[in-house]
């Protein structure tokens, strides 16, 4: 019964902007190894890495053969170096446009080469007071419609940020609203000719590997996690890539998955709780430690709270064998669906929507990097991304605590083929509803995954109990609608939602009673409705319903006290269907008032919308 979408929701993950490039006449002369790190960071944020680099294997002789163009393979850092932080700025060398934007030299410098393609980035927003976005992108390139980060007033955040290197190995980020910038080189990917082992991207299952909801319960401060990794992925694994989520975090605090033979407290994070009850979520790509044939990393806990940790692939060291699946292809940040400009509007709770991919990747394109986003969330909860046309895992990408919040989070998946009329990709599952927001950041070279089961059919959206705002327009007529005493509730004047009757969103009769003289008299002149007449109900999920009258009864009762329970809700019934029934006392001219009848004016449902 959903109705059409009349208003959509103002508010921007990101808007185009217009700034000056650098050109390389105003490049600056930065020398590969003339920037500090600078003191303890603040903040790392989400991805935070250290390691050994995987190395690529020897080409074998005559093994070259024609690549996807740009096909690159990975390398990690021997440890997480800060390139920009604008709090510090004669620490750091990077280009300073304004207070909302910086370019910042990646390639070239700290072991990243000059040829490398693209980076993994953490980029943290520390806000200024505003809401804000954060948008990285390649230098000398427009401004894409994407984003990285969002940031609510005050905020201090952090994300991975896969992102094409530009102009002379620089990127630009740029915030909405002014602010600091934080800038960590975690990796990167440098160009192939042919095939190789090592720095390649497998796709796993999505799979839950730890979750200590279940087992250890809340981590105790300054204490390690470890996580064994063994069976989940093979052992010519080099690092794997992780969807790190705290919950119930006992305080603000930040946790970090390290290797497992990293000592001491870690000096970067890959999560941020901002207080006491908080649900994040990050992608981290750790180096894996093998310890007697058995694989592992292990994750830091500042504060106490619950840690889940979810595989979804890994990169390949030099024993694999040598293959050009899994080389990643880097591209100009892309948005692929905002569903505030999209048909199916903002997601329910289990609902999902299916995200195609360009036509142009499609036949090559086993998995995607992207940067999800949820948006007004209807309620705490999570999306998990997947390819499409396959079983939803067990798994969650965005995690989010409270309802109205935007969250964003790295996440690569696997994509689905096309298949007849579905046009492939991936797909997003929302356990409580929330706009979804997806930026396409390269892809993964590769067969896409053959599709399994047929379109995933969204539930009707649950039933909205009340309150309720009641509207009827020709009358001037708006009140609250309200469960509890019928008493209480009608004698501080507002209206009372007859217990056992349905709720908005049922197939189902709504009874609705109200006085007409007494306590402000809100149905004084309900006598006065013709058919057509239009009544609508706002929730405060954000739909109103609108319903238009189809009848007006009479309900007689003794002259002692008034007709019966069942003859006044049998008359709500009287019209079939999925209706509001409006009830009060009435003399049996219509008029107010008399204790010994009732009205009852019926309206049928029309439709609903979201506003």
């Not at 200590?212 to 319960?217: A, D, L, N, P, V």
Request: hydrophobic residues 40%; proline residues 9%; contains cysteine.
């Amino acid at each position: 019964m959903r109705g059409s979408k009349l208003t959509r929701s103002t508010a921007r993950i990101c808007h185009p902007v217009t700034f000056d490039f650098l050109s390389s006449a105003d490049k600056p002369a930065i020398p590969p190894d003339a920037s500090r790190v600078g003191r303890r960071r603040f903040i790392a944020g989400a991805g935070a890495v250290a390691g050994s680099a995987v190395v690529a294997s020897a080409l074998p002789a005559g093994s070259a053969k024609a690549l996807v163009p740009g096909a690159s393979q990975f390398f990690i850092l021997p440890k997480a170096v800060r390139l920009a932080d604008t709090r510090e700025r004669h620490n750091y060398d990077y280009n300073h446009v304004n207070d909302h934007h910086i370019q910042v030299r990646v390639g070239g410098r700290f072991g990243v080469p000059e040829n490398a393609t693209a980076a993994v980035l953490t980029v943290t927003g520390v806000n200024w007071g505003q809401p804000s976005h954060v948008t990285v992108f390649p230098t000398a390139e427009q401004v894409p419609e994407a984003s990285n980060l969002n940031l609510t007033p005050w905020a201090v955040n952090a994300n991975m940020v896969t992102v094409k290197l530009g102009l002379h190995g620089f990127v630009d980020v740029i915030s909405h609203a002014p602010g600091d910038k934080l800038v960590d080189v975690l990796g990167y990917y440098a160009p192939v000719a042919g095939p190789v082992s090592a720095g390649r991207f497998v796709t796993v299952s999505p799979t839950r590997v730890h979750d200590s909801r279940e087992t250890y319960g809340l981590t105790a401060p300054n204490s390690y996690t470890p996580i064994d990794l063994t069976g989940r992925v093979p052992s010519n694994a080099g690092a794997v890539m992780i969807n790190l989520t705290i919950a119930l975090a006992q305080g603000p605090g930040h946790f970090t998955a390290v290797p497992y033979d990293v000592e001491g407290q870690p000096t970067t994070s890959s999560v941020n709780a901002t207080g006491y009850g908080d649900v994040r979520a990050a992608g981290v790509v750790v180096p894996i430690t093998k310890i007697g044939g058995r694989l592992f990393i292990k994750v830091y806990s500042y504060v106490s709270a619950y840690v889940i940790v979810d595989v979804f692939g890994y990169y390949t060291d030099s024993t694999a064998p040598v293959s050009e699946t899994g080389l990643f292809v880097p591209v100009t940040p892309m948005r692929l669906i905002d569903t505030r400009n999209h048909p199916i509007g903002r997601l329910w709770p289990n609902w999902v929507v299916e995200v195609p991919l360009p036509p142009s990747i499609r036949s090559n394109a086993a998995s995607v990097a992207i940067n999800i986003t949820g948006v007004l969330s209807r309620a705490p909860g999570h999306f998990t991304v997947s390819a499409g046309r396959l079983p939803i895992p067990n798994t969650s990408n965005v995690n989010w605590a409270t309802g109205g919040a935007v969250v964003p989070n790295h996440a690569v998946t696997t994509v689905s083929a096309p298949s007849g009329g579905f046009e492939g990709g991936f797909q997003v599952y929302s356990s409580h509803g929330a706009h979804v927001v997806a930026d396409l950041a390269g892809y993964f070279v590769g067969t896409p995954t053959a599709p399994q089961l047929g379109p995933y059919s969204n539930p009707a959206p649950p039933p909205a109990p009340p309150n309720w705002i009641l509207s009827i327009p020709r009358l001037g007529l708006t009140s609250t609608v309200m469960p509890g005493n019928p008493n209480t509730v009608t004698n501080s004047g507002h209206s009372w939602h007859w217990t056992g009757t349905g709720f908005l969103g049922m197939q189902a009769n709504v009874a609705i009673f109200g006085h007409r003289t007494e306590h402000g008299g809100p149905y004084r002149n309900i006598h006065l409705l013709n058919g057509g007449d239009i009544l609508t109900l706002r929730t405060f999920d954000g739909r109103e319903f609108v319903y238009r009258t189809v009848r007006r009864d009479l309900v007689w009762g003794p002259n002692s006290g008034g007709p019966g329970t069942d003859k006044i809700l049998a008359a709500t019934r009287y019209h079939p269907g999925t209706t509001v029934s409006l009830i009060a006392c009435t003399r049996t001219d219509w008029l107010p008032t008399s204790l010994n009848h009732r009205i009852v004016v019926t309206f049928e449902f029309v439709s609903w919308h979201e506003y």
